[in-house]
């Protein structure tokens, strides 16, 4: 049963920073693809960050230079870095896992950043 469980969401200015951590149960962090998607209200979910198991990681153009992905292998835990978050990063933030041929979601953490 893969679990996964995001932290790390908050209300911030615009100009500030927050970290985003998924841990992971069930599977191992670094066999898989992982991801953080987002949810905007009135808007489909959409790609944030993925990494690969490889360790290769690919980001949306509008978070490219401000967002890092990473993940602690010992801890089983997958890591958004946040920077300079803008009033349109305001979504709830959701961690992902490809394993196979599932996709498994958290419950998700909201992010509001204030003007």
């Known amino acids: 049963q893969v679990q996964l469980v995001e932290s790390g969401g908050g209300l911030v200015q615009a100009g500030g920073s927050l970290r985003l951590s998924c841990a992971a149960s069930?599977?191992?962090?670094?066999?898989?693809?992982m991801g953080w998607y987002r949810q905007a209200p009135g808007k489909q979910r959409e790609l944030v960050a993925r990494?690969?198991?490889?360790?290769?990681?690919n980001y949306a153009d509008s978070v490219k230079g401000r967002f890092t992905i990473s993940r602690d292998n010992a801890k089983n835990t997958l890591y958004l870095q946040m920077n300079n978050l803008k009033p349109d990063d305001t979504a709830v933030y959701y961690c992902?896992?490809?394993?196979?041929?599932?996709?498994?979601w958290g419950q998700g953490t909201r992010v509001t950043v204030s003007s």
């Open positions: 992902n896992a490809q394993v196979l041929i599932h996709n498994y």
């Open positions: 069930g599977t191992m962090i670094s066999r898989n693809a």
């Open positions: 990494i690969t198991s490889g360790g290769s990681t």
